[in-house]
């Protein structure tokens, strides 16, 4: 038996000779996994090294940036900068798209969340970064912000990077989800979960019931129809961390759904279409699973501008077409 495991290079190299992935994407994806491992140790050390609490700024859609968050994106930035690959990054904190490397040839996009889930970065709770790769469209010298408006259907590919008990790195291969676990003892990422499969149903629902009294009637109806525990042979159970890549990495390993609806005060919700929604969208499609706004597929969605909300059911498919169900009609 061999002693050793299979590195993320070694999984995507044998991908390339396969004629599954092209070589610039390899390198992409190991710069995605670079970042990572630079995040993985600043945050388990932010609290050592000052990097907790906020900045003092907001970004574009309003959120108070937390010293992590600014870090985290300069992070990404750094990794994809000069390298001939990605010509521009559209991010939860920066006002545009940015331009990183102009170039005729240079075939890339990047949408990312740096720190998804940063309302945890003060209390060790779970945190992640998710990335999508889209092939520019305009042939000038550089990109345009009409290059990263796109909808998920294009995507390269996509995935996130957990930084919880471990930190584990979820990518998209041609139609495959793997999943890679990082073992800091030798600094690398090894394939730990091959070809995820999303259960075709789960027991566990996440989502911020705080917001109950401002959410639609039916979808009151589907929780009062989810926390009812009464004549059921598989109970459920609620499981909300605060962190979507966190939350969604639950539903994608086990089964069941993910839920940010739209609400009385914001008709879309929270989340991001461009560089939330959909990467996660094309993870858990690819895995089997199925991602909603509730009454549209996330990956049909043509993204208008690079901040664009969208509500989301991302999960196990039965799961997510029967959260559709309860939002059309208020029952099972
Ligand atoms: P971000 O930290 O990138 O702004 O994302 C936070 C998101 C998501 O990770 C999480 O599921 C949700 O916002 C939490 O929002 P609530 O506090 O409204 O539940
Ligand atoms: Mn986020
Ligand atoms: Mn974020």
């Known amino acids: ?7 993320l290079n070694r999984y995507l190299w044998q991908q390339y000779k396969d004629d599954k992935i092209e070589l610039d994407l390899l390198m992409v994806l190991e710069q995605m996994a670079y970042a ?21 700024e907001k970004n574009a859609t309003g959120d108070s940036q937390k010293k992590l968050d600014i870090y985290s994106n300069e992070v990404v930035i750094d990794a ?11 991010s939860e904190e920066l006002d545009e798209v940015e331009l990183i490397d102009c170039g005729y040839d240079t075939p890339y996009i990047l949408v990312t969340d740096p720190l998804d889930g940063s309302s945890n970065t003060d209390v060790a709770g779970s945190l992640g970064t998710i990335f999508g790769i889209y092939r520019r469209e305009s042939t000038g010298l550089c990109a345009t912000e009409a290059d990263a408006l796109r909808s998920g259907t294009e995507l390269v590919t996509a995935g996130y990077i957990l930084y919880s008990t471990s930190t584990i790195l979820v990518i998209t291969c041609g139609d495959t989800v793997q999943g890679f676990t990082l073992d800091p003892n030798v600094g690398e990422f090894l394939l730990s979960h091959p070809d995820i499969r999303t259960p075709e149903s789960g027991k566990v629902y996440s989502a911020n019931l705080s917001y109950y009294a401002d959410w639609h009637p039916h979808l009151q109806q589907y929780v009062d129809y989810l926390s009812d525990r009464t004549d059921k042979s598989q109970p459920t159970s609620l499981r909300y961390s605060g962190a979507l890549v966190g939350d969604f990495h639950r539903c994608l390993l086990q089964g069941g759904v993910y839920f940010y609806p739209g609400s009385n005060e914001q008709e879309d919700g ?3 279409l461009l560089y939330e929604c959909a ?7 690819l895995a089997g699973g199925k991602a909603s706004t509730g009454t549209q597929r996330i990956l049909d969605i043509q993204a208008k501008s690079i901040h664009q909300r969208a509500p989301l059911a991302i999960g196990s498919t039965s799961a ?10 208020g029952t099972s």
């Open 36 to 56: 990572g491992k630079i995040l993985a140790g600043e945050i388990s050390r932010a609290a050592l090294v000052g990097h907790l609490g906020l900045a003092g």
């Open 1 to 7: 038996m061999s002693t050793q495991g299979i590195t």
């Open 279 to 285: 990467p996660l969208a094309l993870v858990a499609e």
């Open 270 to 272: 929270k989340l991001r």
């Open 320 to 329: 997510v077409s029967f959260y559709e169900q309860f939002l059309k009609t």
């Open 80 to 90: 994809f900068s000069h390298l001939g690959l990605v010509t521009a990054i559209a």
